[in-house]
Structures are given as structure tokens and as C-alpha cells.
């Protein structure tokens, strides 16, 4: 998941990515990931557990 942070707070993109192979990518704008948040509890789960995750990653990064 790339730029899930500037669709949920309408901010500027802060992240790039390059793959190393060929890949396929699906793009999801403001109303869907608005729309998957409101009618799957599944995938609003999933991106509340991998946003935690990487504040938990900051925090141990932070304070060592």
C-alpha cells in the first residue's frame, strides 16, 4: 500500500516507489478508498493494522 496517507488527509504524496519488475497496480482515488472504508470493515481493518504498524515502526526507530 503507497499513498494511502495523502487520500485519507488530502496532503501531498511523500512517498515513491520503483519497482524492480514488471507489476500490476490497481489506483484508488479519495471517493473509492472512501467508499471500501464505509462498505468493507475488512479492508478499513487491514489499512487501520498496517498504519499502526508503521507508527510502531517509527516509534521503536525513534527511541531505539
Same mark, same amino acid.
Given at each position: 500500500?503507497?499513498? %494511502?496517507?495523502? *487520500?485519507? *488527509? $488530502?496532503?501531498?504524496? @511523500? =512517498? #515513491? *516507489? #520503483? #519497482?524492480? =519488475? &514488471?507489476s500490476?497496480?490497481? *489506483?484508488?482515488? $479519495?471517493?473509492?478508498? @472512501? $467508499?471500501?472504508?464505509? &462498505?468493507?470493515?475488512?479492508?478499513? $481493518?487491514?489499512?487501520?493494522?498496517?498504519?499502526? %504498524?508503521r507508527?510502531?515502526?517509527?516509534?521503536?526507530?525513534?527511541?531505539?
Amino acid at each position: 500500500m503507497v499513498g %494511502e496517507l495523502g *487520500v485519507l *488527509v $488530502r496532503a501531498p504524496r @511523500n =512517498a #515513491t *516507489v #520503483t #519497482t524492480t =519488475a &514488471d507489476s500490476e497496480l490497481a *489506483v484508488l482515488g $479519495r471517493r473509492a478508498v @472512501n $467508499r471500501l472504508l464505509a &462498505d468493507a470493515p475488512g479492508f478499513a $481493518r487491514k489499512l487501520l493494522e498496517a498504519l499502526a %504498524e508503521r507508527v510502531r515502526e517509527l516509534d521503536r526507530h525513534l527511541v531505539g
